[in-house]
């Protein structure tokens, strides 16, 4: 009696295994389905726009503020340049890398690489003063002073380097659109908030001084974000972002003296469009 029982269990056990293979095999478990333990990299462009800000130079001989200053950015459009890694510092950049620690979140590093350009010849309000005031054709008068070149040329644009850590959700929306198969297209929604310093090279001619004309820790930023995921063939993706933060820079080299500064602070808003691959290793 025991044999034809134990006959039936063996045969049980092995069905069960035999068709649990075969819903494997057909039904594979897809790429897209679980994030945790990813890789992504991403890199592409930006456009920016700037609220306008106070900037303050001081030095050993003058000290000034000038209000309500504009800025715009400075892009190359579409170009090769995004391409060749010889040049890849002159058009407007984004370089992220990131882990994911969960299926939602992941974290990341890295360079925002914008352009800040102050508007010439301008009539701004300005207080304070510096040497030989009205010899360079920024005619000051009635508290204001026009920003001739001979007076001062001020730009962040190789860049304004905002280096920064984020972290981000991403959720699979791909259902809304009635995507039937996840590792063909995926589209996901990303939202994130991230921190970090400013690490720019600022070309700056002030009262016919020679310009620093080097990198330098300036100051700090923060940010948050949003934007959607595209996901190919599991691998690949386009992301685009909306991302706006505020940046606080102290400590601003203008020029060779060690005497002279600059600061300011202003917000910024970020339109990205990158290109990317996620993976396991």
């Known amino acids: ?17 035999y068709t649990f293979s075969q819903e494997t095999v ?28 106070d900037i303050h130079f001081k030095g050993a001989d003058y000290d000034f503020t000038i209000y309500d200053v504009s800025a715009h950015d400075k892009p190359k459009g579409w170009h090769l340049d995004y391409l060749n890694p010889a040049r890849m510092t002159i058009p407007q950049t984004n370089l992220r890398i990131g882990y994911f620690i969960t299926n939602h979140y992941n974290i990341s590093i890295g ?4 352009k800040y350009v102050m508007y010439n010849d301008r009539r701004v309000d300005y207080s304070g003063y510096y040497p030989n005031a009205g010899t360079y054709n920024e ?22 380097n ?14 809304l659109f009635k995507l039937p198969n996840t590792d063909k297209i995926q589209i996901n929604l990303t939202e994130g908030i991230g921190g970090g310093f400013l690490y720019p090279k600022t070309n700056t001619t002030l009262l016919g001084k020679e310009r620093h004309d080097d990198f330098n820790i300036a100051g700090f930023g923060i940010s948050a974000k949003a934007g ?19 940046i606080e820079m102290n400590n601003i080299k203008t020029t060779k003296s060690s005497a002279d500064s600059a600061e300011q602070h202003f917000w910024f ?13």
């Open 1 to 17: 009696m025991k044999h034809p029982f134990l006959m039936v269990v063996l045969t049980f056990c092995v069905f069960s295994q």
């Open 26 to 53: 057909e039904n594979p478990e897809k790429f897209t389905a679980n994030n945790k333990g990813k890789f992504y990299i991403f890199w592409g462009g930006n456009r920016e726009s700037y609220s306008k800000s």
């Open 111 to 114: 360079v925002d690489h914008m």
């Open 139 to 160: 005619n000051p008068a009635n508290g204001q002073l026009t920003l001739d070149e001979d007076f001062l040329l001020f730009e962040h644009t190789d860049g304004l």
């Open 162 to 175: 905002y280096v920064n850590t984020e972290i981000s959700r991403v959720d699979d929306i791909s259902n």
């Open 228 to 246: 959607l995921n595209f996901t190919f063939f599991k691998y690949f993706f386009i992301q685009t972002e909306l991302k706006g933060g505020y």
């Open 269 to 281: 808003l970020q339109r990205i469009v990158a290109v990317g691959g996620i993976f396991r290793i």
